[in-house]
């Protein structure tokens, strides 16, 4: 799917397909996506697991893991062609204008370096030389996330820091650079709800006040709702829905999204069952032909299983690949 022209994008995903090594073959965990991010622009990638969502992430940052490798497409950031740059011309881009915070920030922090030295480390790399300096800049991107007592906390390790913590102090390693872009893979998964809304607040706040434009990777909807302007619907690799948030939500048109925002509990349907997707997400050996989400469809036809249909634009700020739309629209 091409990406939805609106001017010149800070990141621009043109036909990206990432292969997974199986013998000698390469199955298709991400298959021909196209989209892209404005400058000072949130957008929401959503989706069950196993969709692409983060393979779709490490590929951009050229962080792919043995086995697994882009085999088609194009990755333009801030002008630059990223898949032709150097391992090493990669670095100087990684942290510096373009960052990520992980899932899981315990497997991410370092433990045997405390939490100032970590969220230092990008600065060095990226040439700062000044040790009063880089002290300086690390203290005030903890305050601007509004991490308590900065200096106890520079001192402090991993282990001593509860999970929300941890999360600010990812954000606070993603940001300390002052990145163009970052990319946000479920910063908010295994929070309880108070946490949860004050990394969102964070979140929100860094693209408020710093102009960096994000990309938030979720399977949770009131994550996407409440941060992103836009969302893209992943399924089995593909894009099958994208628009506004407020246009998808307002008006799902493809019936994975609209199984997904049925699920969603609210109040005034209490007593009622939520709407549910019968089956899962096909592993990429098991990805049917033609539309991935027809076995699981309660309105698939003979053509969803033949072929992957064509975007219909709905309207400028919405389109959706279905070829049941041709029966609504």
Known sequence: MKPISSGSPLLQVRHLSVGIRKGRTYLPGVD??????????????????????????????????????????????????????????????????????????????????????????????????????????????????????????????????????????????????KPKLLIADEATTALDMSTQAQILHLLQGINRDLGTSILCISHDLGVISRLCDRLLVMYAGKLLEEGTVEAVFADPRHEYTKGLIGSIPHKEWKGKPLLGIPGKVPSIEEKPPGCPFAPRCSKARVQCTLRFPDPRHLSADHRVCCIGETEYV
């Open 32 to 177: 021909d996506i196209g989209f892209q991010v404005q400058a000072g622009e949130i957008v929401g990638i959503l989706g069950e697991s196993g969709c692409g969502k983060t393979l779709t992430a490490l590929s951009i940052l050229g962080l792919l893991p043995p086995g697994i490798q882009v085999i088609r497409g194009s990755i333009r950031f801030d002008g630059l062609d990223l898949r032709s740059l150097s391992e090493r011309e990669l670095c100087g881009i990684r942290g510096q204008d373009l960052s990520m915070v992980f899932q899981e920030p315990m497997s991410s922090l370092n433990p045997l370096l405390t939490i100032g030295r970590q969220i230092a480390e990008p600065l060095r790399l990226h040439g700062r030389r000044n040790k009063r300096l880089i002290e300086g800049e690390v203290l005030d991107i903890m305050h601007k996330l509004g991490l308590p007592e900065p200096v106890k906390l520079a001192a402090a390790y991993p282990h001593q820091l509860s999970g929300g913590m941890q999360q600010r102090v990812m954000l606070a390693l993603a940001m300390v650079c």
